[in-house]
């Protein structure tokens, strides 16, 4: 069984480039650099408190917008698209994708929580 926080170590061209790329593409109403950091705080969160379920949530996300979009920046979307493949590839190698439930291993944040409610037994 692959490690639960295994997805952490995959190649870090999402925090790198995609949110300057998707950018490119969703910036619509908003500055490019607004959702630029919108996007990064996003990323940032995620690798520091999310689980790998919240991180492939977020690659078909971005994957909806790339194929969505119907833009002229075709160097963006074409990156992104090799981006995310090569992020959806590589997962399925490190991420046992369908888990049994007794299995799962319990999120960071469970476990944080768990230990801030456990009360000392008294004997």
């Known amino acids: 069984m ?3 926080d295994a997805w952490l170590f995959l190649p870090p061209e999402v925090e790198a480039l995609v949110p ?3 950018s490119r593409l ?3 109403g908003g500055s490019s650099d ?3 950091r919108g996007l990064r705080h996003r990323i940032q969160a995620l690798i520091l408190e999310g689980d790998v379920e919240q991180w492939r949530t977020f690659l078909r996300e971005a994957t909806g917008m790339v194929a969505e979009y119907a833009g002229d920046d075709d160097e963006a979307r074409t990156m992104l698209a090799a981006i995310l493949d090569d992020q959806f590839l590589l ?4 991420v046992d994708l ?4 007794s299995r ?3 999120s960071a944040r469970s476990c944080r929580r768990d230990a801030t409610t456990l009360q000392p037994s008294v004997a």
């Open 20 to 22: 300057s790329l998707l």
């Open 2 to 4: 692959p490690h639960p």
């Open 104 to 106: 799962r291993p319990p």
């Open 91 to 94: 997962a399925r190698a490190v």
């Open 26 to 28: 969703a910036a619509t």
């Open 34 to 36: 607004e959702v630029e």
């Open 98 to 101: 369908d888990p049994p439930r």
